[in-house]
């Protein structure tokens, strides 16, 4: 069993934690014997798994803008260091970029010190094998290797300063100039406009774009600064989505960009300033991954739209597979059809991880974007633009999100035990129960009561249930919540 101490660094896949003092209540966790623990116990988990000593591996590391990066950073080149680990630093890095460490230098293994978009005192871990990354599973076992003080013998390793990121935006220019067939410079004319939020996206402006051609002026928050001064780097963030439309129209630019702290999530903004992020990036990436593919499968996480269901369905000739929240539980879904003969090309949550099937099923916020703007340069020679990809896509006329925190010790079986009465709850009322949902309870309501739906489900990590409730027409969630929420208040166990 993992001891407490080490079970609270755990996120799903990740770890994370507080790593700088600065907060009030908050004070450090992820110090520097602590990320020396869990480094020296996925070394020898690493070793185990790959079947060569620690002497034998060679490991990537990579870091976000975070202003702890660079202290972690040394904890973690050090403890591979002492079980005589060949280290790659990669310095400031994507995290998927980080994956592809295993692919293009043949690394046994990789870390990337990152929290995503999570506030600026925290930091964490990600851990990939060449199979991709580590599960939930994995990660507790490394963690209780950690608590148990494993380590492998010691040695003496060395560390090389390696300029992946050079090859990385490489790779992707030469996506572009072959997938747009229009000479080395196939972005000239184009004018695209990119936020990185301060974080470790700001290379796809200068070291992708621009030299294809691409006018990228207006581009903003392209230093990395872990402070996060402008807005927080989360394309899901309405200030920041706000920020990057805003930035489109006052540039007249042809297309906007913007990426979370590590790339490995994205979004879009047309040129009429309009964003293209959730249940509209999803179809965007859902048509261009049905070209080639037609009937084939798109996994998406619960809380996608019934208008997307039916413009995967209806308008791409495609199948939609709804699943479980968490951007490794559509990947795995997606990989597991795979393996069963099933095509299915693109596992994509409306937070914005896409991950296809072309792409080692890596989320990938950059391979995306770099997908979308091949199409937008095929679409521009046909007169065409992006939105005219998704103008048949039926949206909700408004729609909403509602979190109730689990105040039950035992916060997943009450949980559980919540929506197991909603279901009878609703069955009773003679609601309509979706039959494709595989989290939560989701409900939908004809035009005379609500035109919509609601989603209750179970936080993947947290102590919290989400409400997720869209309608197509104004006035139609409150309609749907005055359904459900007397049930809601019923539960002495959650709290708003």
Not at 55 to 60: E, K, N, P, Q
Not at 73 to 82: E, I, Q
Not at 114 to 125: D, E, I
């Amino acid at each position: 069993m993992i001891k407490a101490e080490w079970k609270k660094f755990k996120s799903g896949t990740d770890v994370r934690a507080v790593a700088l003092d600065g907060v009030p209540g908050q004070p450090c966790e992820l110090t520097d014997d602590v990320v020396s623990g869990i480094v020296k116990a996925f070394t020898c988990w690493l070793s185990d798994k790959s079947g060569k000593p620690a002497s034998a591996l060679t490991v990537s590391v990579g870091r976000d803008s975070r202003l702890s990066g660079p202290r972690i950073r040394d904890a973690v080149t050090a403890a591979l260091k002492s079980a005589g680990v060949r280290v790659l630093d990669c310095g400031l890095a994507s995290t998927p970029a980080m994956f592809m460490t295993t692919v293009d230098l043949s690394c046994d293994g990789a870390v990337q010190i990152t929290a995503s978009h999570h506030p600026w005192n925290r930091n964490g871990l990600k851990f990939f094998l060449p199979s991709g990354g580590i599960e939930g599973s994995d990660l507790s076992e490394i963690l209780e290797l950690a608590s148990e003080g494993k380590a492998a013998p010691e040695a003496v390793g060395t560390v090389e300063e390696v300029a992946y990121m050079t090859q990385y935006a490489a790779r992707l220019r030469q996506l572009i100039i072959d997938g747009a067939n229009n000479g080395d410079k196939p972005l000239a004319g184009m004018h695209i406009v990119v936020d990185a939020g301060n974080g470790a996206g700001g290379f796809y402006a200068s070291d992708v774009l621009q030299p294809l051609g691409a006018d990228v002026s207006g581009s903003q928050f392209l230093e990395p600064d872990g402070h996060f001064p402008n807005h927080i780097p989360n394309p899901e963030n309405a200030e920041a989505m706000a920020s990057i439309c805003a930035a489109v129209t006052a540039s007249k630019a042809d297309l906007g960009v913007i990426f979370d702290t590590d790339v490995d999530r994205a979004g879009c903004v047309g040129a009429d300033g309009r964003e293209i992020n959730r249940n509209r990036l999803v179809a965007l990436a859902s048509a261009i991954a049905l070209e080639g593919n037609q009937g084939g499968t798109i996994v998406t996480d619960s809380i996608t739209s019934d208008g997307l269901k039916q413009f995967i369905e209806q308008v791409l000739g495609g199948v939609h597979c709804r699943f479980k929240r968490g951007y490794k539980n559509v990947i795995n879904e997606s990989l597991r059809l795979n393996a069963e003969c099933v095509n299915s090309p693109l596992a994509i949550e409306t937070s914005g991880h896409a991950a296809l099937r072309d792409n080692y099923f890596l989320d990938d916020g950059a391979y995306l974007v770099t997908r979308i703007i091949i199409k937008a340069v095929q679409l521009r020679r046909e007169g065409k633009t992006l939105d005219d990809l998704i103008a048949a896509l039926p949206e909700p006329a408004e729609g909403c999100e509602l979190r109730f925190t689990i105040t039950e010790t035992e916060f997943r079986a009450y949980g559980e035990q919540v929506l197991a009465e909603l279901e009878t709850y609703a069955t009773d009322n003679g609601w309509q129960v979706a039959d494709d949902s595989r989290e939560g309870v989701r409900v939908s309501f004809g035009k005379d009561e609500g035109d919509g739906w609601f989603l209750l489900r179970l936080s993947v990590h947290d102590p919290v249930m989400p409400l997720n409730v869209e309608s197509n027409v104004i006035g139609g969630c409150d309609v749907i919540l005055s359904k459900l929420l007397p049930f809601i208040e019923g539960k002495s166990g959650l709290w708003r």
